[in-house]
């Protein structure tokens, strides 16, 4: 069975652009969580989709977004990229209830 | 809303040696508490976890222990190996809520050879 897959694995933006970021969790799986890592910190919940539906939010601005899709995978919009957005971003599933499994993770890099 | 503290943020022993990294939370109603462990460039990978419904799991090396009274929870390393050197993060959640993991601040664990 395949794990978390996180798609592009690294990316080079430039300040005021967007950025798409997705996320396929493992088969079976219907929750899907993003997590901003900045180097030297620990994870920063951003979202948390159930079924479709955004169960819950961090305390991130609404230059970032997310959904879910009907096969729950999911993707992470940022707009209006700032340098401080640099960091890894961390995609876990899970079954409700048991543990998050992580993806690779994205390394955005804003310039 | 909960809030996790770990301690401490680095922590350097001799190969052999035991390990022993802390974590508080604030909110009662947490009830679970996975630790993870995350190598460099890698991501977290989950290496052991608690319900509030048990006060103690082993698995070979590793052991957690809960204290829900005093609401901290600490992660123990024996017989250190070189390949246990990482960033360890404990963290805490409402299963019952929104699944949103509260991560400690992580232990850089170094093992002396």
């Known amino acids: 069975d395949a794990g978390v897959t996180q798609s592009p694995t690294h990316l080079i933006k430039t300040r005021g652009q967007q950025v798409t970021l997705r996320c396929s969790p493992i088969?079976?799986?219907?929750?899907v969580s993003w997590y901003q890592q900045v180097l030297g910190q620990g994870p920063q919940f951003i979202f948390q989709?159930?079924?479709?539906?955004?169960?819950g939010r961090g305390n991130f601005p609404d230059r970032f977004s997310a959904r879910q899709f009907p096969n729950y995978s999911s993707e992470l919009n940022v707009n209006a990229l700032l340098l401080g957005d640099s960091a890894l971003y961390l995609c876990?599933?899970?079954?409700?209830?048991?543990?998050?499994?992580f993806g690779q993770g994205t390394r955005l890099t804003v310039v | 809303g909960e809030n996790v503290e770990q301690h401490p943020s680095t922590l350097s022993v001799q190969e052999g040696d035991s390990a022993v990294i802390k974590c508080t939370y604030s909110?009662?109603?947490?009830?679970?508490f996975p630790w993870y462990k995350q190598e460099l460039g890698k991501r977290p990978q989950l290496i052991i976890d608690?319900?509030?419904n048990v006060g103690e799991k082993k698995d070979q090396r590793i052991a957690v222990t809960l204290n829900k009274t005093a609401k901290h929870f600490s992660l123990h390393i024996t017989e250190t190996q070189p390949e246990d050197s990482a960033v360890y993060f404990c963290?805490?959640?409402?299963?019952?809520?929104?699944?949103?993991?509260?991560w400690g601040a992580g232990t850089k664990l170094i093992i002396k050879p």
């Open positions: 876990a599933s899970s079954l409700v209830g048991a543990e998050a499994f």
């Open positions: 088969s079976g799986h219907k929750s």
């Open positions: 989709y159930y079924e479709k539906e955004e169960r």
């Open positions: 909110d009662s109603a947490s009830n679970y």
């Open positions: 608690i319900r509030s």
């Open positions: 963290a805490a959640i409402r299963m019952d809520s929104n699944y949103q993991l509260i």
